[in-house]
């Protein structure tokens, strides 16, 4: 007996506010990513408070991070924030001495209007530090977007590349013509360059992947250093593996006139086949053995998903990780009723809304409805019901 699914994916959007954590998190795991980086936040002891609640490590693992904390005075516009701000950066400098200072501006620099970005440049000629202005604060729409803030400053920084109009065309040519029984361990293939904070092990194992399928990733942006942050240009492919990095993709491909794979995202082996497939073509590169690969991995997981299949899941909305999460889980048999996510952007998402809506078919469960800037009080009727 077929049952009939429906294929049609919808996106609704209600009024509610957003619930989620502060962006200033972020700071949380991008200070141990780029290791020579260190994070001052801007802010009032509220700030404070947060990042020694979320932020909580050891007294001797002296964390590269710290918090300006604004008084009366600095709201009221009665003391100089600049000379307050070098005396930081020159102590930070220091004790410290790395290789960039990134200033997170919180809701408090944004509502009185502090020229953060004025006073960066000229702190940055004064002390010869490199300094990076940051605006991760509450009014977005969820805290993951604090890294997607802190790459876009950051892909400002990247240095050009030094690829020819001439060389690229003729590059392109090369790895176009070459026979898929020349390939050596790499493709002769313009530069990769992947966007998104993964841990080291993690990043290891995607660019493992891409490297069995002869693609080369130049480079990662967060680097694991500031100082080898990739370079950029016209002629190099960028491909997210977050789906909280929109605006970051927007500035690779407006600023820095990249061109950007449009992927799903590298969450759960379907995910992570789906990726490779999408990039391996852009390359020349025909993908080999990810069927069998992807099988092993689900056989390696039975377990787990004998836990999970028929039990239930809905989204509130929280981190805008809820698609491709709600797509994964799916394809592990539970059963999604609703997706509410604080933001879509449809056009970066495109390629993860797709491939939730073929996971639905191939699972034969109803495509979830999704909810953009759920309200909450709805969303707990619909719960009960």
Same mark, same amino acid.
């Given at each position: 007996?077929?049952?009939?699914?429906?294929?049609?994916?919808?996106?609704?959007?209600?009024?509610?506010?957003?619930?989620?954590?502060?962006?200033?998190?972020?700071?949380?795991?991008?200070?141990?990513?780029?290791?020579?980086?260190?994070?001052?936040?801007?802010?009032?002891?509220?700030?404070?408070?947060?990042?020694?609640?979320?932020?909580?490590?050891?007294?001797?693992?002296?964390?590269?991070?710290?918090?300006?904390?604004?008084?009366?005075?600095?709201?009221?516009?009665?003391?100089?924030?600049?000379?307050?701000?070098?005396?930081?950066?020159?102590?930070?400098?220091?004790?410290?001495?790395?290789?960039?200072?990134?200033?997170?501006?919180?809701?408090?620099?944004?509502?009185?209007?502090?020229?953060?970005?004025?006073?960066?440049?000229?702190?940055?000629?004064?002390?010869?530090?490199?300094?990076?202005?940051?605006?991760?604060?509450?009014?977005?729409?969820?805290?993951?977007?604090?890294?997607?803030?802190?790459?876009?400053?950051?892909?400002?920084?990247?240095?050009?590349?030094?690829?020819?109009?001439?060389?690229?065309?003729? !590059?392109?040519? /090369?790895?176009?013509? @070459? +026979? *898929?029984?020349? $390939?050596? %361990?790499?493709?002769?293939?313009?530069?990769?360059?992947?966007?998104?904070?993964?841990?080291?092990?993690?990043?290891?194992?995607?660019?493992?992947?891409?490297?069995?399928?002869?693609?080369?990733?130049?480079?990662?942006?967060?680097?694991?250093?500031?100082?080898?942050?990739?370079?950029?240009?016209?002629?190099?492919?960028?491909?997210?593996?977050?789906?909280?990095?929109?605006? !970051?993709?927007? /500035?690779?491909?407006? @600023? +820095? *006139?990249?061109? $950007?794979? %449009?992927?799903?995202?590298?969450?759960?082996?379907?995910?992570?086949?789906?990726?490779?497939?999408?990039?391996?073509?852009?390359?020349?590169?025909?993908?080999?053995?990810?069927?069998?690969?992807?099988?092993?991995?689900?056989?390696?997981?039975?377990?787990?998903?004998?836990?999970?299949?028929?039990?239930?899941?809905?989204?509130?909305?929280?981190?805008?990780?809820?698609?491709?999460?709600?797509?994964?889980?799916?394809?592990?048999?539970?059963?999604?009723?609703?997706?509410?996510?604080?933001?879509?952007?449809?056009?970066?998402?495109?390629?993860?809304?797709?491939?939730?809506?073929?996971?639905?078919?191939?699972?034969?469960?109803?495509?979830?409805?999704?909810?953009?800037?759920?309200?909450?009080?709805?969303?707990?009727?619909?719960?009960?019901?």
């Amino acid at each position: 007996m077929s049952v009939k699914i429906d294929e049609t994916l919808t996106v609704e959007c209600e009024t509610g506010n957003y619930h989620t954590f502060c962006p200033i998190s972020c700071v949380s795991w991008l200070y141990q990513k780029i290791e020579d980086s260190f994070f001052l936040v801007v802010g009032t002891k509220t700030c404070g408070y947060f990042l020694q609640n979320a932020l909580g490590v050891m007294i001797f693992a002296e964390p590269r991070y710290a918090m300006a904390e604004l008084e009366e005075g600095d709201i009221s516009a009665q003391l100089n924030d600049y000379e307050g701000l070098k005396k930081l950066c020159i102590r930070i400098r220091k004790d410290r001495d790395p290789s960039v200072i990134i200033w997170i501006g919180t809701c408090t620099t944004e509502i009185i209007k502090m020229d953060l970005e004025g006073m960066a440049p000229k702190l940055e000629w004064e002390i010869g530090i490199p300094i990076l202005v940051a605006r991760a604060n509450g009014l977005d729409y969820a805290f993951t977007q604090g890294e997607d803030t802190v790459l876009a400053a950051m892909a400002h920084r990247c240095p050009e590349t030094e690829f020819s109009v001439h060389e690229r065309k003729e !590059t392109i040519q /090369t790895f176009h013509s @070459r +026979k *898929k029984e020349e $390939l050596v %361990e790499y493709a002769n293939h313009p530069s990769l360059v992947l966007f998104g904070s993964l841990p080291s092990s993690v990043a290891s194992q995607l660019n493992l992947e891409l490297k069995r399928q002869s693609v080369k990733v130049a480079g990662w942006l967060p680097a694991q250093k500031y100082i080898d942050l990739p370079s950029l240009g016209d002629g190099v492919y960028v491909c997210g593996v977050h789906p909280f990095l929109s605006r !970051t993709a927007t /500035t690779l491909i407006r @600023r +820095k *006139k990249c061109k $950007l794979i %449009e992927a799903p995202f590298p969450i759960g082996p379907d995910g992570t086949r789906a990726w490779i497939e999408k990039i391996c073509p852009v390359f020349g590169v025909e993908p080999q053995g990810l069927e069998e690969r992807e099988e092993r991995i689900w056989e390696s997981l039975k377990d787990y998903l004998d836990l999970l299949h028929d039990k239930s899941v809905f989204f509130t909305g929280d981190n805008l990780l809820e698609v491709s999460l709600a797509r994964f889980l799916i394809r592990c048999g539970m059963i999604v009723h609703e997706i509410g996510i604080p933001y879509m952007d449809k056009r970066y998402q495109a390629a993860e809304l797709s491939l939730l809506r073929d996971t639905c078919i191939k699972m034969c469960v109803p495509i979830p409805r999704i909810v953009e800037k759920p309200d909450n009080s709805n969303q707990i009727r619909r719960i009960r019901e």
